[in-house]
């Protein structure tokens, strides 16, 4: 099964003095897509992390490099972590709408 990570929403960026919270939007949008095909839930295992780094559970799959999200990583451990071509590959391999 291919897994999904996703930045947790409402996360507080240490290296900035603000006090604001923030969220991902790359990550957003794919949870966008999550919402209109609520299916790929069931098709994925999708999994929230921490924003700060290190981010263990990447780090164990992909690398101290690659921990950047939204990730998808595939059955053949290989991984996609641009959010066009996340989209691209669940268009493709999931039979969900085509991007317009």
């Keep these: 099964m291919e897994k999904l990570f996703l930045i947790k929403a409402d996360f507080w960026d240490l290296n900035r003095a603000d006090g604001k919270k923030y969220f991902c939007p790359d990550c957003v949008m794919i949870e966008g897509l999550l919402s ?53 590959y669940l268009t493709e391999k999931h039979q969900i709408g085509h991007s317009h």
């Design 36 to 88: 209109f095909y609520p299916r790929l839930r069931n098709e994925l295992e999708v999994t929230y992390v921490d924003f700060a780094r290190p981010r263990p559970v990447l780090v164990d799959l992909l690398g101290e490099e690659n921990q950047s999200c939204p990730v998808l990583v595939l059955e053949d451990g290989t991984f996609i972590n641009e959010p066009n071509q996340i989209i691209q």
